[in-house]
């Protein structure tokens, strides 16, 4: 397999990954959610501030959230050494403690290669129309 062929099969692991991450949020299933980020994944929110990985459990398992939709899509990677950065779109509807949201935004997600997979490291988003 040549270098070109190695960063395709990299690039839909990527994707499939973030995928996963989708379908995680609409199950809530926090052990997929868990092993998908990294021990010092860092999501910096809207307010400014910043959360970590137990931040982010302890909030989905709340059981204040529920998600009925939780789409990524529009794709694009790319590569810096030992880190994939991925580019998309998310969509999100549903409720978060009895208030309900819907929303879209454009996000960047960085991965990286932890342990025989792909570990989100950091994500960060901004809305869309």
């Not at 996963?20 to 010092?40: F, N, P, V």
């Not at 959230?65 to 789409?71: K, S, V």
Request: charged fraction near 30%; hydrophobic fraction near 35%.
């Amino acid at each position: 397999m040549n270098n070109k062929d190695h960063l395709q099969l990299a690039r839909d692991l990527i994707i499939k990954r973030d995928l996963e991450w989708a379908q995680a949020h609409r199950d809530l299933d926090l052990k997929l959610i868990e092993d998908i980020l990294s021990e010092g994944y860092q999501q910096i929110q809207d307010d400014e501030s910043s959360i970590g990985k137990s931040e982010l459990l302890a909030s989905y398992g709340s059981g204040n959230r529920q998600w009925n939709i939780a789409e990524s899509s529009d794709h694009q990677v790319q590569f810096s050494g030992d880190l994939a950065i991925l580019i998309g779109r998310w969509r999100g509807k549903g409720i978060n403690t009895e208030e309900k949201f819907d929303y879209s935004t454009r996000f960047i997600s960085i991965y990286r290669f932890e342990d025989g997979s792909w570990k989100m490291i950091h994500d960060q988003s901004a809305p869309i129309d």
